[in-house]
């Protein structure tokens, strides 16, 4: 859920509300969009620290490392960042700088916006050499070639947005959601022909 549009005890009474439907603080996760400072950002912080949450998301400027860095120090929950990271160099300097842990925090760089599929992988090639595997990545942005991409190199999961960015969001029409797990579609490549109204859009596309 977003967090930071409201002031701070309204945003704690939110995600309290939210906690009545999702239970554990592990099923519930917050995003700040990078609209905080280091100080909104740590005072953030210390307010989250008792719901344990299963992340706290993009608190201050994605470029900025040394709030990110200074954030780890006050907040020992699950963190997340990296989707507005576009290039293996900004995923560098995110590992180097940035303080992210491998045991517990995720990297959310989005393979539509890192200038595609070659250059996503060499985001992932540099994170071993900071104790980071691809099982600490979970991209950003809910479209189906970050799910594929997801599958495809055995990461720690995708974004979902079942009802918003269609026809791209979504899943696979022949494919069930169960125990809150979706799984892969058989087509190859991203498999737009399995969701009948993206398949429409890419022919026109490509025919006119």
Not at 72 to 77: L, N, Q, R, V
Not at 105 to 121: H, I, M, N, R, T
Request: aromatic share 10%.
């Amino acid at each position: 859920m977003k967090i930071g549009g409201a002031p701070q005890d309204e945003n704690i009474a939110r995600i309290e509300a939210a906690l009545e439907v999702a239970g554990s603080g592990q099923n519930l996760a917050v995003d700040a969009n990078g609209r905080f400072d280091l100080e909104t950002a740590i005072r953030y912080a210390e307010a989250l620290k008792p719901y344990g949450l299963f992340w706290y998301e993009e608190a201050g400027d994605p470029l900025d490392d040394a709030l990110q860095a200074e954030l780890a120090k006050h907040y020992d929950g699950p963190m997340a960042t990296g989707e507005n990271l576009f290039s293996h160099q900004d995923a560098r300097n995110l590992s180097r700088y940035g303080d992210m842990r491998p045991d517990r925090d995720w990297l959310q760089f989005d393979p539509a916006l890192s200038y595609g599929l070659v250059e996503y992988k060499r985001m992932l090639d540099l994170l071993p050499e900071h104790g980071f595997s691809p099982r600490n990545c979970i991209p950003h942005g809910g479209h189906q070639f970050a799910l594929c991409i997801a599958g495809g190199f055995n990461m720690g999961g995708n974004e979902s947005y079942p009802d918003v960015i269609h026809p791209f969001g979504g899943f696979f029409d022949q494919v069930a959601v169960e125990d809150c797990m979706v799984g892969l579609h058989q087509s190859p490549g991203v498999g737009f022909e399995e969701k009948a109204a993206l398949i429409r859009v890419m022919r026109a596309a490509t025919e006119t």
